[in-house]
């Protein structure tokens, strides 16, 4: 199941494409040789493609002591279709937020996270966030669930950071949100990419709307096509980025078929793409997904 990719420098390279059972967890031992076989390892990306493997079950399957002394990266990906409700592994027996926390403290060299997964409930209910913002000093680029996202911004750490993609989980914080004009006081002065994988629209603007005013360095947008009636605002947060060089629009044929949605050939893509390109004529644009 776990076969080496690469070796550069010092740095190894590790994948595990996915389980024969999705209730086969000692199929995950593996990887607790990596941390008593390879202390050098830097980077470590773990991929379950049809498995909603939880971040708590990877953490909790690792270990306390599992520790890997120079790691600097560390992807989990694992299917993010099913709800809550639907994920049929068993749950660890201990609290994955503290394990997690605790795996955070024993990485401190981590600049790149990445939690493309699902999450139980009790999770994001548990999860401090100052553990994440204040334990990862090197952080650097950070992609995984909105919960998280919408609290981190307003640590110190967010001036740093470089990459942020921010995904759909359809929980909301439990934590109270900012207080209204905070977002004033945002500054993303490093931010040069943003990817909203976030496919309800209003929601994926309430993003734009923190963001872009705070991040006058970005240079790259990933974000889901908007509708004509968006297409204004859309276009005024655009001029808070004057250095934006690439920008991708997706349309997934999912919220945009609710009744009150305008079907893919009533975006007037084109209109938009032309007044995007006024504003930043070598502007590179690509749109991906359904158009008429």
Same mark, same amino acid.
């Given at each position: 199941?776990?076969?080496?990719?690469?070796?550069?420098?010092?740095?190894?390279?590790?994948?595990?494409?996915?389980?024969?059972?999705?209730?086969?967890?000692?199929?995950?031992?593996?990887?607790?040789?990596?941390?008593?076989?390879?202390?050098?390892?830097?980077? @470590?990306?773990?991929?379950?493609?049809?498995?909603?493997? /939880?971040?708590?079950?990877?953490?909790?399957?690792?270990?306390? $002591?599992?520790?890997?002394?120079?790691?600097?990266?560390?992807?989990?990906?694992?299917?993010?279709?099913?709800?809550?409700?639907?994920?049929? @592994?068993?749950?660890?027996?201990?609290?994955?937020?503290?394990?997690?926390?605790?795996?955070?403290?024993?990485?401190?060299?981590?600049?790149? @996270? !990445?939690? $493309?997964?699902?999450?139980?409930?009790?999770?994001?209910?548990?999860?401090?966030?100052?553990?994440?913002?204040?334990?990862?000093?090197?952080?650097?680029?950070?992609?995984?669930?909105?919960?998280?996202?919408?609290? @981190?911004?307003?640590?110190?750490?967010?001036?740093?950071?470089?990459?942020?993609?921010?995904?759909?989980?359809?929980?909301?914080?439990?934590?109270?949100?900012?207080?209204?004009?905070?977002?004033?006081?945002?500054?993303?002065?490093?931010?040069?990419?943003?990817?909203?994988?976030?496919?309800?629209?209003?929601?994926?603007?309430?993003?734009?709307?923190?963001?872009?005013?705070?991040?006058?360095?970005?240079?790259?947008?990933? /974000?889901?096509?908007?509708?004509?009636?968006?297409?204004?605002?859309?276009?005024?947060?655009?001029?808070?980025?004057?250095?934006?060089?690439?920008?991708?629009?997706?349309?997934?044929?999912?919220?945009?078929?609710? !009744?009150?949605?305008?079907?893919?050939?009533?975006?007037?893509?084109?209109?938009?793409?032309?007044?995007? !390109?006024?504003?930043?004529?070598?502007?590179?644009?690509?749109?991906?997904?359904?158009?008429?």
């Amino acid at each position: 199941m776990m076969r080496k990719l690469a070796r550069v420098q010092e740095s190894y390279f590790f994948y595990i494409g996915g389980l024969l059972s999705s209730r086969d967890m000692k199929l995950l031992e593996p990887l607790k040789t990596v941390a008593a076989n390879s202390p050098m390892l830097e980077n @470590l990306i773990v991929d379950f493609k049809n498995i909603p493997m /939880t971040l708590e079950h990877m953490i909790s399957s690792l270990g306390t $002591d599992f520790t890997l002394p120079r790691l600097k990266t560390f992807h989990l990906g694992g299917c993010l279709d099913p709800s809550p409700e639907d994920i049929d @592994l068993p749950k660890p027996s201990s609290h994955g937020a503290s394990h997690f926390q605790a795996f955070l403290s024993r990485h401190p060299r981590l600049n790149e @996270l !990445k939690l $493309d997964c699902p999450f139980f409930h009790e999770f994001h209910k548990k999860f401090d966030p100052a553990i994440l913002a204040q334990g990862l000093p090197m952080l650097l680029a950070f992609s995984g669930p909105r919960f998280i996202y919408e609290q @981190l911004l307003y640590y110190p750490i967010a001036q740093q950071i470089r990459g942020l993609s921010i995904g759909g989980w359809n929980w909301e914080s439990g934590r109270p949100g900012p207080e209204k004009g905070s977002t004033d006081k945002l500054h993303l002065p490093e931010l040069r990419s943003l990817e909203i994988q976030e496919d309800n629209v209003p929601k994926a603007m309430e993003i734009l709307e923190t963001v872009l005013p705070a991040a006058a360095g970005l240079e790259s947008l990933y /974000t889901p096509a908007m509708p004509h009636n968006y297409h204004k605002d859309f276009l005024v947060l655009l001029t808070h980025t004057p250095k934006l060089q690439d920008i991708c629009l997706w349309n997934y044929d999912s919220d945009f078929n609710g !009744k009150d949605a305008p079907v893919p050939s009533g975006f007037n893509r084109i209109e938009l793409v032309v007044a995007m !390109k006024d504003m930043f004529p070598d502007l590179e644009i690509e749109c991906l997904g359904d158009w008429d």
